[in-house]
């Protein structure tokens, strides 16, 4: 078997790289990341450069990870500027590095590829992975190689020889096998129950009305609507919109089923949208990814970006609803801390010794935070111990 390395994943053949994804996990297929590298969302740019791994045996992909060199740390959501800084006050260059993960996407999930097997080739070809993404750090000079938001079955086949490990904590929303909208909220304590029945009556009360459309429903029109929502909400916090309408037509367009567009109206003008929320969906679990406006609304926000997909979640039969990171807004709303990882390998050993003392550190401050915020579990006690 063999490594190879690539800067076009059009380079690697579509059936054969799907073909290792699991549960149909969106941000791995290889429409996302090529609709990615094709409309110009990843590249110099915007510091994303594709070094995707393949491992083969003879002419058959068994297993691959996407994986980029970077420039700058933006887009990754596991932050590590004081790094950065660390390497510049001692005279070495922080960047380039490598990064295994989904450019600009904080959802845990597969960060290898590799076909399923009960006798261990799996765990093999992942080790092969990681020791050709360490090989091509050094050759390549990269100061390090990092692995973000690793599924927690991957995760101990990555860790291994002498990775550091980073905690962090999202909310993500767990589905009891509810039987609609009200059988969750029977599950919280009386006063949040009582505020979201609150924060739905306001949006309704304001005349605004919701459509949850997919790839096949969704209208070019429609597309353009969200695009111009979504890059206003950067323009206005002065951020960074990495993705463009060709982008969301190319996802839409090749996995439509996948797609989750949800656009508010105010006394039913379709025509003249005023939010949106973008979310992407697998086997088990929606992903809530954009959201963007053109008039505020009391209480839109929540509505469009988490009730909606709760409602989804619940008529679709997902276990599990991550709406992306940070917000202990969304506590309140029915989700719990749920913990998050990431691997880091460092090329200067004393750097790395270094590092492996601020991450203890980090993570029993990311432990004891967890254990404070389910102390403000909006559940009932006997429902906040499943959801925990």
């Known amino acids: 078997m063999k490594i190879a390395t690539f800067s076009v994943i059009d380079d690697i053949d579509a059936r054969q790289w799907n073909a290792l994804a699991r549960g149909r996990y969106p941000f791995v297929r290889h429409e ?23 491992c083969f045996d003879g002419d058959e992909l068994v297993g691959a990870m996407p994986l980029y060199e970077k420039h700058n740390s933006w887009g990754e959501f ?24 989904i450019p600009f996407t904080p959802a845990t999930g597969q960060r290898v590829l590799v076909r399923e097997d009960e006798r261990g080739f799996e765990t093999t070809i992942a080790a092969k992975l990681v020791d050709g993404m360490r090989e091509l750090m050094r050759r390549g000079n990269f100061s390090g190689a990092h692995s973000l938001f690793v599924a927690p079955r991957q995760f101990e086949q990555l860790n291994i020889r002498g990775a550091l490990s980073r905690l962090d904590c999202q909310f993500h929303w767990h589905n009891r096998d509810y039987r609609d909208f009200d059988d969750f909220l029977a599950t919280l304590k009386a006063k ?7 924060e739905r009556a306001r949006v309704a009360q304001a005349g605004v ?18 695009t111009s929502m979504y890059r206003a909400i950067y323009d206005r916090k002065y951020g960074y919109p990495a993705f463009n309408l060709n982008f969301f037509r190319a996802v839409a367009d090749a996995m439509p089923e996948q797609v989750q ?17 973008l979310m ?15 008039e505020m609304v009391d209480c839109l926000h929540f509505e469009v970006c988490y009730y909606q997909g709760i409602e989804l979640c619940i008529e679709r ?31 200067e050993p004393a750097f790395a010794d270094a590092v492996a003392r601020f991450v203890g550190h980090e993570t029993s401050g990311v432990e004891r935070y967890i254990d404070a915020v389910k102390r403000h579990s909006p559940y009932h006690a006997d429902a906040a111990c499943e959801q925990l």
Not at 79 to 98: I, M, N, S, V
Not at 263 to 277: F, K, N, T, V
């Open 261 to 277: 567009l949800v656009l508010a109206q105010r006394d039913g003008d379709a025509e003249h949208p005023i939010a949106a929320a």
């Open 32 to 54: 996302f990341l090529a609709a990615m590298e094709r409309h110009g969302c990843v590249g110099e740019s915007s510091g994303w450069i594709p070094r995707h791994l393949g």
């Open 280 to 294: 992407y969906l697998d086997d088990d679990t929606l992903y809530g990814r954009h959201w963007g406006c053109r």
């Open 78 to 101: 596991v932050f590590d500027h004081a790094w950065a800084e660390a390497f510049h006050r001692a005279g070495l260059a922080y960047y380039p590095k490598l990064v295994n993960a």
């Open 192 to 198: 949040k129950r009582k505020n979201i029945r609150q």
């Open 317 to 347: 039969g997902l276990r599990r609803f991550d709406p992306g990171a940070q917000g202990e807004h969304k506590i309140a709303r029915g989700f719990s801390p749920t913990p998050t990882r990431s691997l880091h390998y460092l090329a």
């Open 209 to 226: 009305t919701v459509r949850r459309l997919d790839g096949h429903t969704a209208t070019a029109q429609d597309w353009r609507d969200f």
